[in-house]
């Protein structure tokens, strides 16, 4: 992979992170956002398909300790970056909102934790 590509992706992780340390942020003050989530992930492994392994983590970690969740949802490591790429709290943060986090994030800077 070149390195613009790799910074792209990386980027695009940073996003993420970003994102979802907002949703952890909303999620703390307000635990009834997990329902949908709840819901969310019983539909999807309902439904099978190639992600039930991401629903079943997903699963645990909502069934689990809601301090694990947040923390999951903070975390850069490899585990929570790849269950973030299918994640079930897509409606936490409105559209504008996380359009105002991603640009938020500097094409070469780490986010703080």
Do not use: K
């Not at 099978?48 to 999951?72: C, F, H, I, K, T």
Request: aromatic residues 6%; without cysteine.
């Amino acid at each position: 992979m070149d390195p613009m590509s790799r910074n792209g992706h990386r980027r695009a992780e940073l996003r993420s992170l970003a994102l979802h340390r907002e949703i952890a942020a909303r999620i703390a003050a307000d635990p009834t956002l997990l329902g949908p989530a709840r819901r969310r992930v019983a539909g999807w492994l309902a439904a099978g398909g190639p992600s039930r392994e991401y629903a079943a983590a997903w699963q645990a970690l909502l069934d689990g300790s809601g301090e694990v969740l947040l923390a999951a949802l903070r975390a850069d490591d490899e585990r929570s970056r790849d269950l973030r790429q299918a994640t079930p709290f897509a409606y936490v943060v409105p559209p504008r909102e996380r359009w105002r986090i991603w640009r938020a994030v500097p094409d070469d800077e780490e986010p703080a934790p």
